[in-house]
């Protein structure tokens, strides 16, 4: 029973760890850079807490990163679709770092901050 239950804490502790390192891989520099900038403008915006921040710009990251591979694999379109789907996961995650009142104010200043496309015409 005894040995059972230590070798139960050892599987979970090694799953938590795996799930920290993880969450702190690291970023490519310009993703990174990024980030930051759109959270200090977000920030400045929003009025988001120090807590806010990081959570902001770690969902930030991710997602640029995410667009990034959409971009690469996706064009025309299916590009499009795909990018709309991130931004609205993206809007998701915010939804879970920030207030209502907050959000409803991230929605609204979203499209000219982070527009989901650029549509260049002839």
Do not use: W
Not at 13 to 34: D, M, R
Not at 63 to 68: A, I, K, N, Q, S
Request: aromatic share 8%; with cysteine; hydrophobic share 40%.
């Amino acid at each position: 029973m005894l040995r059972t239950l230590c070798i139960s804490v050892l599987i979970f502790a090694g799953v938590a760890a795996q799930a920290q390192i993880q969450y702190l891989e690291q970023k490519p520099a310009h993703i990174e850079k990024t980030a930051d900038s759109l959270t200090k403008i977000y920030s400045t915006k929003l009025g988001m807490t120090p807590k806010q921040d990081l959570l902001f710009k770690t969902n930030v990251a991710d997602y640029l990163l995410m667009r990034e591979q959409v971009a690469k694999a996706y064009t025309g379109n299916r590009k499009l679709d795909e990018l709309y789907k991130a931004s609205l996961e993206e809007s998701g995650a915010m939804s879970e770092v920030l207030t209502e009142y907050q959000f409803e104010l991230y929605e609204k200043i979203k499209p000219s901050i982070q527009p989901v496309a650029v549509v260049e015409k002839d």
